[in-house]
């Protein structure tokens, strides 16, 4: 059992910044890639930012410049720095970790946060 929970979501005013954290616990044997994606209603999931274990980063073109990825492997948390936050930056946030379990030390699995809301006021 693998679990991802999320926090640092909440109200933030354009322009300013808020900081995701991405907790993973669980029967977790190493963790591959860890990234965040998006959800506004009506859109489809968008790919924001992804972190290797070697900390290879990639990031989504629109976003680039304003949000910075980062992971402490110790703790198996992923993070995520936005500034200079939109009003169309609000969404609900999903942490995703590409990882494999000690009991499937040979499959690697996708799991995914439950989501923290992010709300922008202009």
């Known amino acids: 059992q693998v679990q991802l929970v999320e926090s640092g979501g909440g109200l933030a005013q354009a322009g300013g910044s808020l900081r995701l954290s991405c907790a993973a616990s669980?029967?977790?044997?190493?963790?591959?890639?860890m990234g965040w994606y998006r959800q506004a209603p009506g859109n489809q999931r968008e790919l924001l930012a992804t972190?290797?274990?070697?900390?290879?980063?990639n990031y989504a073109d629109s976003e680039k410049g304003r949000f910075t990825i980062s992971r402490d492997n110790a703790k198996n948390t992923v993070y995520l720095q936005m500034n200079s936050l939109k009003p169309e930056d609000t969404s609900v946030y999903y942490c995703?970790?590409?990882?494999?379990?000690?009991?499937?030390?040979?499959?690697?699995?996708?799991?995914w946060g439950q989501g923290t809301q992010v709300t922008v006021s202009s």
């Open positions: 972190i290797a274990s070697d900390d290879y980063t």
């Open positions: 995703t970790a590409l990882l494999k379990t000690r009991l499937t030390q040979s499959v690697l699995s996708t799991y």
């Open positions: 669980g029967s977790i044997f190493t963790i591959n890639i």
